[in-house]
C-alpha cells in the first residue's frame, strides 16, 4: 500500500523553526521528484519546495527562499523541509507529494498542520 506520512507539524512563534519529515511507504521515492506544498485556510494549494530523484536540484516558493531548506534520504525513503525563521503567513497545512512523470504516479499525504503564532 502506497502511503506518504507527514510528521513535525505544530504551533511555533514567530522567528522560530520546524522540520517536517515525510516517509514513504510501499514504494521507493529513489526515482520520484518530492514536494512540499501548503495550503492556507481560504487559499489554494501552492508549491512551497521542490527536490529532483537525485537530491541535486531545488526549487522554492519565492517566500520562503533562504528560509527552507527541502533535503531527501533516499535510502531511508524520507524527504525532510526544515523550516526556519517562520512567520505567521507560513501558517497552513503542509502536505508531501511523490511524483513521476514516465508512470503517471502521483501521490500525496495526510497534511500536517504548521502553526505561526505569538
Known amino acids: 500500500q502506497v502511503q506518504l506520512v507527514e510528521s513535525g507539524g505544530g504551533l511555533v512563534h514567530p522567528g522560530g523553526s520546524l522540520r517536517l519529515s515525510c516517509a514513504a511507504s510501499?514504494?521507493?521515492?529513489?526515482?520520484?521528484?518530492m514536494s512540499w506544498y501548503r495550503q492556507a485556510p481560504g487559499k489554494e494549494r501552492e508549491l512551497v519546495a521542490g527536490i529532483n530523484d537525485a537530491g541535486t536540484i531545488t526549487n522554492y516558493l519565492y517566500s520562503v527562499r533562504g528560509r527552507f531548506i527541502i533535503s531527501r534520504e533516499n535510502a531511508k525513503n524520507t524527504v525532510y523541509l526544515q523550516m526556519n525563521s517562520l512567520q505567521p503567513e507560513d501558517t497552513a497545512v503542509y502536505y508531501c507529494?511523490?511524483?513521476?512523470?514516465?508512470?503517471?504516479?502521483?501521490?500525496w499525504g495526510q497534511g500536517t498542520q504548521v502553526t505561526v503564532s505569538s
Open positions: 507529494n511523490a511524483y513521476r512523470g514516465r508512470s503517471q504516479s502521483d501521490y
Open positions: 510501499g514504494f521507493s521515492i529513489s526515482s520520484y521528484i
